[in-house]
Every structure is written in structure tokens, then in C-alpha cells.
């Protein structure tokens, strides 16, 4: 027996009995494979009680054997017997379903043998559908718009036209994603063709005839357009077309109400009488009326400055571009220098301090358990934590390095907290180039080292611990002593090879590059240490080969000169 075709509330129904065909099919292989297992071991059963096999050839005389033997052909005959009628019975049951092309895909039954036939389509009827029936009809005249119900569209009945021949599926909606543009998206032209065929395709080779002359047809093509009423219709008895003449009335309507729109009528611009004031398939002349009580003109841009304006002068730009030119020709330089700062912020960040926070904690505890509670770092001062670092050197080998990263203010406090702030979320998210944090209610003030000051001690302090000793440099400030310079120290520009980073202005700080005699300024603001930075970096790269003396500043070294790139 076939199904009926499919209906909405048998869809799980359907898909029961999908599901039982599969497994049916699955079983049937199974069983013909123990089937065919069992009648083969029945069979040599059967051949060796006959032979005697086992007595002959292995001197087996045991008289029970021959009933063991019997029991187990028996055993394996019934299986047989039993696999054989569930695969019977499983081939003899209809393995044919009713579904359509989209179930057929959805069920998977492309790569299974169950055969699925599409649904018959029923016999169509001569008789003409009730006005209810089908709430849809009037969008095919009104250009349907998948923004409002169907039912707040105006109802046509099928005798208003000959040859009407109802939708089996309501209309999909357009591509467009703008609400806006759906109803304009249907053209005069589709609501003439769907007026003219009444047929769900609105193709032009409809088979039935339209009752709708081509001068009747003409003037359509603009009635639909401003209709806004019309989506406003209660929904009642008197709203459902039945014959020609309420077509003629309606469209007689439409044209009055278009006509007193283009003279500005106040009638027709009222609120009262569409959905939404700015109603979707509304002209301009419809709101002629209420554009006249206003006047409108061209605002001016405000001279205001911006209350989040940089520090940095407007032309700070081309006046990198100017600093950046003297050390290379690439123009375009500039343009990166922004994804070259959050890289080196990152790798300081990474690098440097958060590595230090880790050390500070972990000292501190080993601290406490020694029983020196009093030497916790922040809260001892820097000459204790000095001496502890010589007399404990053994003990804390690591102490002596967090002193070098320390040894900036004597507000060791402040120090240690801040470069935890800093440290936390990445990036450096709380960094203030011109000022610092406040702590335990104390607001910042100009005794304590700013943000960019902490940042550069740091950096050079870090760059002192990878590069090797110098005999000239026996405090181990390598770096620090060859390559920065900080006020009231001034640079000996008369020196060729000095190369290096000179602190100009503590508050607010600012850093400028001397590289062979030239003074290289960047703009100032809060990214000038992070500038000057790169550009000292980037001189290395491209001037001094990736060396900083004997050290490697790419992948075989400190590795910081990746932020470049390629």
C-alpha cells in the first residue's frame, strides 16, 4: 500500500516511516548474511554426522558426540529458518513512499534503495473559490509586500476576473535586506502582468485570457503606485471585490485621492489616512503641503576644536613624515608607524612586564618564607633591597636584576604598583604618557616618574641585561650608558658615532633620536617615546644590519624586530 500524499501535520508521521524503511533495509542485508552463516554451519554439521568425520580422522569415540551434533544442526537449521522469514518478510513489504523532490533530498534517500514517487496532483475544480478563501488574491493585484500581513490587504474575489486561477504557495519576498525598498522593488510592470494573467507566475504566456482591455490596463500602471489607503482595510465584507464595477469604483477612488495629493491638498498629507505618515509608496507631491510650513538650509561646520583633540599639532603628521624622511625614501613609512606602536607596546608589555610582575611575586613569597617579611618588594625602600640583593645573592639570585628595574624613585610604593597596572590587560591599556596613576586615594603628582619615564627605564634596563659587560661599564648599564641620554645631560653632538636616545623634557617628558651628528624630532604628544623608540629601532634594521654592537636585535637575539615585518 502507498501513502497519501503529504500534509503538514504528517510530517513526523512521514518521517517515522522513513526512518522504519531504512532500518529495514538495513536489517535485510544483515539477516540474509546470518542466513546463509547459519545454513552453512548446519550443512557441515550434517556432513560430518553422515561421515563420521571426526571418529575416522582424530579417533574420537565418544558416543554422546553424535547427539551434541544433532542438537547443534538442529540449532542452527532454526536460525536459518528464522533469518530467511525476517528477510521475507522484510522484502515482500512495500518499499515505496509518497514524498516530493525537497523530502526526497532531506530524508536522504538518494543513496538508499527505498523508491520514492512524487504526489499525484489533485484534479482541479471548476467551481469558483468563496471571497474568503484565499486572503492572498489581493496581493497579486496589489504587489504584495512581505512587510505587512496578509490580511490587512484588500480582498479580490475570483469572479472579478475570468480565467483566475489561485496561488498554490504565497509569493517569496524580494533579496533586497532594506525594509524600505520592498515595495518599491515591484514595478508598475509586474503589477500590470499580474493584473492581465492573475496567475502566480506572472509570466506573459498565461493560458488564460485577461478581461482587462490595454487602455484599462495603461492607466494601472500608475493607480498602484499611491494607493496608501489600501493597506489600511479592516477586513470587512464590504472591502472584497465581486465585480467589475466595485473595480471601477475603487479605481475612481485612487485617482481622486492621487490627484488631491499632487495639489497639496492637507487632506491627503494627514496622518489619518495611511499607516505611517511616511508611508512607503508615498510621491513628493504628497508632502507639499507640510514642506511648505518649513525651511530648511545647509548646516555650517563648527570651529569648535574637539574636546578629544591630541596634544599634537594638527600638522604633526606631515612632520613625522618629514623627521621619517630623513632616515628612508619610503613615503609610505608613515602609514604603518600606528600598527608598529601596538606591536611594540605589545612586546614590552609581554616581554618585559609581565615577566617582571611574576619575579616581584615570586621573590616576595620566598621573601616571607625566609622570615624577612620587612624586605617585601614595594614596601622596602631601594638601598635595603640593594644590600638584601648582595647578602642574599645566593639565597635570591634573581633579586639583584628586580633591583636594576626598580632603581628609578624612591617612592617604591607607587613604583610597584604601577608597573602591575600597567602590566595588566594587555597592550598597556592604562598608560598616560604626560602623568601617571593614582594610589591609595593620592592623586599623581610631578615628584613621581610618569608613565613614559617607567617605560623607557624598563626598556633600557631590559636591553642592559642582553647585552655582554663592558669593562667601561662595571655598574652593568651597558645599554643605558651608551644609548640613552637624560636631562640635565646633554649629548655630545660633535661625536659622530653617538648613537642614541636623549630625554629632552622630563615633564612633559619628550625624547628625541641622535644618530651621526642629527637630531631626529618627532613630534611631541603621547606616542613620541614610542616614535622614538621605533625609529631607533628601525635604524638598527636598516642602517646597522639587525647589530646593536655584538647583539642581534632579530630572531637570533633579543628578537624585537619582528614588529617591523617584512
Same mark, same amino acid.
Given at each position: 500500500?502507498?501513502?497519501?500524499?503529504?500534509?503538514?501535520?504528517?510530517?513526523?508521521?512521514?518521517?517515522?516511516?522513513?526512518? !522504519?524503511?531504512?532500518?529495514?533495509?538495513?536489517?535485510?542485508?544483515?539477516?540474509?548474511?546470518?542466513? *546463509?552463516?547459519? *545454513?552453512?554451519?548446519?550443512?557441515?554439521?550434517?556432513?560430518?554426522?553422515?561421515?563420521?568425520?571426526?571418529?575416522? +580422522? &582424530?579417533?574420537?569415540?565418544?558416543?554422546?558426540?553424535? &547427539?551434541?551434533?544433532?542438537?547443534?544442526?538442529?540449532?542452527?537449521?532454526?536460525?536459518?529458518?528464522?533469518?530467511?522469514?525476517?528477510?521475507?518478510?522484510?522484502?515482500?513489504?512495500?518499499?515505496?513512499?509518497?514524498?516530493? #523532490?525537497?523530502?526526497?533530498?532531506?530524508?536522504?534517500? !538518494?543513496?538508499?534503495?527505498?523508491?520514492?514517487?512524487?504526489?499525484?496532483? #489533485?484534479?482541479?475544480?471548476?467551481?469558483?473559490?468563496?471571497?474568503?478563501?484565499?486572503?492572498?488574491?489581493?496581493?497579486? *493585484?496589489?504587489?504584495?509586500?512581505?512587510?505587512?500581513?496578509?490580511?490587512?490587504?484588500?480582498?479580490?474575489?475570483?469572479?472579478?476576473?475570468?480565467?483566475?486561477?489561485?496561488?498554490?504557495?504565497?509569493?517569496?519576498?524580494?533579496?533586497?535586506?532594506?525594509?524600505?525598498?520592498?515595495? *518599491?522593488? +515591484?514595478?508598475?510592470?509586474?503589477?500590470?502582468?499580474?493584473?492581465?494573467?492573475?496567475?502566480?507566475?506572472?509570466?506573459?504566456?498565461?493560458? +488564460?485570457?485577461?478581461?482587462?482591455?490595454?487602455?484599462?490596463?495603461?492607466?494601472?500602471?500608475?493607480?498602484?503606485?499611491?494607493?496608501?489607503?489600501?493597506?489600511?482595510?479592516?477586513?470587512?465584507?464590504?472591502? &472584497?471585490?465581486?465585480?467589475?464595477?466595485?473595480?471601477?469604483?475603487?479605481?475612481?477612488?485612487?485617482?481622486?485621492?492621487?490627484?488631491?495629493?499632487?495639489?497639496?491638498? #492637507?487632506?491627503?498629507?494627514?496622518?489619518?489616512?495611511?499607516?505611517?505618515?511616511?508611508?512607503?509608496?508615498?510621491?513628493?507631491?504628497?508632502?507639499?503641503?507640510?514642506?511648505?510650513?518649513?525651511?530648511?538650509?545647509?548646516?555650517?561646520?563648527?570651529?569648535?576644536?574637539?574636546?578629544?583633540?591630541?596634544?599634537?599639532?594638527?600638522?604633526?603628521?606631515?612632520?613625522?613624515?618629514?623627521?621619517?624622511?630623513?632616515?628612508?625614501?619610503?613615503?609610505?613609512?608613515?602609514?604603518?608607524?600606528?600598527?608598529?606602536?601596538?606591536?611594540?607596546?605589545?612586546?614590552?608589555?609581554?616581554?618585559?612586564?609581565?615577566?617582571?610582575?611574576?619575579?616581584?611575586?615570586?621573590?616576595?613569597?620566598?621573601?616571607?618564607?625566609?622570615?624577612?617579611?620587612?624586605?617585601?618588594?614595594?614596601?622596602?625602600?631601594?638601598?635595603?633591597?640593594?644590600?638584601?640583593?648582595?647578602?642574599?645573592?645566593?639565597?635570591?639570585?634573581?633579586?639583584?636584576?628586580?633591583?636594576?628595574?626598580?632603581?628609578?624613585?624612591?617612592?617604591?610604593?607607587?613604583?610597584?604598583?604601577?608597573?602591575?597596572?600597567?602590566?595588566?590587560?594587555?597592550?598597556?591599556?592604562?598608560?598616560?604618557?604626560?602623568?601617571?596613576?593614582?594610589?591609595?586615594?593620592?592623586?599623581?603628582?610631578?615628584?613621581?616618574?610618569?608613565?613614559?619615564?617607567?617605560?623607557?627605564?624598563?626598556?633600557?634596563?631590559?636591553?642592559?641585561?642582553?647585552?655582554?659587560?663592558?669593562?667601561?661599564? #662595571?655598574?652593568?648599564?651597558?645599554?643605558?650608558?651608551?644609548?640613552?641620554?637624560?636631562?640635565?645631560?646633554?649629548?655630545?653632538?660633535?661625536?659622530?658615532?653617538?648613537?642614541?636616545?636623549?630625554?629632552?623634557?622630563?615633564?612633559?617628558?619628550?625624547?628625541?633620536?641622535? +644618530?651621526?651628528?642629527?637630531?631626529?624630532?618627532?613630534?611631541?604628544? !603621547?606616542?613620541?617615546?614610542?616614535?622614538?623608540?621605533?625609529?631607533?629601532?628601525?635604524?638598527?634594521?636598516?642602517?646597522?644590519?639587525?647589530?646593536?654592537?655584538?647583539?642581534?636585535?632579530?630572531?637570533?637575539?633579543?628578537?624585537?624586530?619582528?614588529?617591523?615585518?617584512?
Amino acid at each position: 500500500s502507498r501513502m497519501t500524499p503529504v500534509k503538514e501535520g504528517l510530517v513526523p508521521a512521514l518521517i517515522d516511516r522513513t526512518m !522504519r524503511m531504512r532500518k529495514e533495509e538495513q536489517a535485510r542485508k544483515v539477516v540474509l548474511a546470518w542466513g *546463509v552463516l547459519n *545454513v552453512s554451519l548446519a550443512g557441515m554439521i550434517y556432513t560430518e554426522m553422515t561421515g563420521k568425520l571426526l571418529s575416522k +580422522y &582424530y579417533n574420537i569415540s565418544y558416543w554422546p558426540l553424535w &547427539y551434541i551434533e544433532l542438537a547443534l544442526a538442529f540449532l542452527f537449521s532454526l536460525n536459518a529458518l528464522f533469518d530467511f522469514w525476517r528477510y521475507f518478510k522484510y522484502t515482500v513489504t512495500p518499499s515505496s513512499i509518497v514524498v516530493t #523532490p525537497e523530502q526526497h533530498r532531506l530524508l536522504g534517500l !538518494r543513496s538508499s534503495g527505498i523508491q520514492a514517487s512524487p504526489p499525484q496532483k #489533485p484534479e482541479k475544480k471548476e467551481t469558483p473559490a468563496p471571497a474568503m478563501s484565499s486572503p492572498m488574491q489581493g496581493q497579486s *493585484v496589489l504587489s504584495y509586500s512581505p512587510s505587512r500581513p496578509p490580511s490587512t490587504s484588500p480582498k479580490f474575489s475570483p469572479s472579478c476576473m475570468t480565467g483566475y486561477s489561485p496561488p498554490l504557495q504565497s509569493p517569496s519576498p524580494p533579496s533586497s535586506g532594506s525594509p524600505f525598498s520592498s515595495p *518599491v522593488a +515591484y514595478s508598475s510592470t509586474n503589477s500590470l502582468n499580474k493584473v492581465m494573467s492573475y496567475s502566480p507566475s506572472s509570466s506573459s504566456t498565461s493560458p +488564460y485570457p485577461s478581461s482587462i482591455g490595454a487602455v484599462e490596463s495603461s492607466s494601472l500602471r500608475a493607480r498602484y503606485r499611491t494607493s496608501p489607503s489600501v493597506f489600511n482595510s479592516p477586513g470587512g465584507k464590504e472591502d &472584497y471585490m465581486a465585480d467589475l464595477k466595485s473595480l471601477e469604483t475603487f479605481l475612481r477612488s485612487e485617482d481622486e485621492k492621487r490627484h488631491r495629493s499632487q495639489l497639496g491638498s #492637507p487632506e491627503s498629507v494627514s496622518p489619518s489616512n495611511s499607516p505611517t505618515f511616511w508611508n512607503y509608496n508615498r510621491s513628493v507631491g504628497d508632502y507639499a503641503q507640510s514642506l511648505r510650513k518649513f525651511q530648511y538650509q545647509l548646516a555650517c561646520r563648527s570651529q569648535a576644536p574637539s574636546a578629544h583633540k591630541d596634544e599634537t599639532d594638527l600638522g604633526s603628521k606631515q612632520a613625522a613624515e618629514e623627521v621619517w624622511a630623513r632616515i628612508t625614501t619610503n613615503r609610505h613609512l608613515v602609514d604603518r608607524i600606528d600598527t608598529w606602536t601596538a606591536k611594540l607596546r605589545n612586546w614590552i608589555n609581554d616581554t618585559i612586564l609581565v615577566p617582571l610582575v611574576k619575579e616581584i611575586d615570586s621573590v616576595n613569597t620566598l621573601l616571607r618564607r625566609m622570615g624577612c617579611p620587612e624586605l617585601q618588594t614595594g614596601e622596602a625602600s631601594i638601598s635595603s633591597l640593594k644590600q638584601a640583593a648582595l647578602v642574599k645573592a645566593s639565597l635570591i639570585p634573581t633579586l639583584n636584576a628586580i633591583v636594576q628595574y626598580l632603581d628609578i624613585t624612591p617612592n617604591q610604593e607607587y613604583l610597584v604598583e604601577r608597573i602591575k597596572e600597567l602590566a595588566h590587560g594587555g597592550c598597556m591599556s592604562s598608560f598616560r604618557w604626560n602623568s601617571g596613576g593614582d594610589i591609595k586615594a593620592r592623586k599623581w603628582d610631578t615628584d613621581l616618574p610618569t608613565d613614559s619615564a617607567i617605560i623607557m627605564h624598563v626598556f633600557c634596563t631590559y636591553l642592559d641585561s642582553r647585552l655582554p659587560p663592558h669593562p667601561k661599564y #662595571p655598574d652593568g648599564k651597558t645599554f643605558t650608558s651608551q644609548h640613552f641620554i637624560q636631562t640635565p645631560d646633554k649629548p655630545d653632538m660633535t661625536n659622530e658615532n653617538l648613537f642614541c636616545i636623549h630625554q629632552s623634557s622630563t615633564n612633559p617628558p619628550h625624547y628625541q633620536l641622535i +644618530y651621526q651628528g642629527h637630531i631626529y624630532n618627532l613630534p611631541k604628544g !603621547r606616542n613620541n617615546m614610542f616614535h622614538t623608540v621605533l625609529m631607533f629601532l628601525f635604524v638598527i634594521k636598516a642602517k646597522e644590519s639587525g647589530m646593536l654592537g655584538r647583539v642581534n636585535l632579530g630572531l637570533s637575539g633579543v628578537n624585537i624586530l619582528w614588529i617591523f615585518g617584512d
